[in-house]
Nanobody, 124 residues
Framework: QVQLVESGGGLVQAGVSLRLSCAAS????????VGWFRQAPGKAREFVAT????????AYADSVKGRFTISRDNAKNTVYLQMNSLKPEDTAVYYC?????????????????WGQGTQVTVSS
């Protein structure tokens, strides 16, 4: 069983940066592809970014491409989401998700493991 715990959210002003962390329990973290998703009030959960288990491949939603960077440190069982130039429309609960695959998934239903989420609020 894999447990994922997000941290690093908060209330920030537009234009600043924030880094989210997703810490995993267990010794199988290095075999997981990990994705970040977000859900704004009244909206469906949407894909943000994903990284392969070795960290060699990544994918991003168009809305965050060039502003967000996903990375991982398998020695620390942690995946990061560096968010720069934040906008009010980035406001959402951010979730990390994992699955034992070598593929990069961008859909919610593709991930077996989920964290509880961390709130990010960007004020204008």
């Amino acid at each position: 069983q894999v447990q994922l715990v997000e941290s690093g959210g908060g209330l920030v002003q537009a234009g600043v940066s924030l880094r989210l962390s997703c810490a995993a329990s267990g010794n199988t973290f290095s075999t997981l592809s990990v994705g970040w998703f977000r859900q704004a009030p009244g909206k469906a959960r949407e894909f943000v970014a994903t990284i392969s288990w070795r960290g060699s491949n990544t994918a991003y939603a168009d809305s965050v491409k060039g502003r967000f960077t996903i990375s991982r440190d398998n020695a620390k069982n942690t995946v990061y989401l560096q968010m720069n130039s934040l906008k009010p429309e980035d406001t959402a609960v951010y979730y990390c998700a994992g699955d034992r695959t070598s593929l990069l998934y961008t859909t919610v239903r593709s991930y077996a493991y989920w964290g509880q989420g961390t709130q990010v609020t960007v004020s204008s």
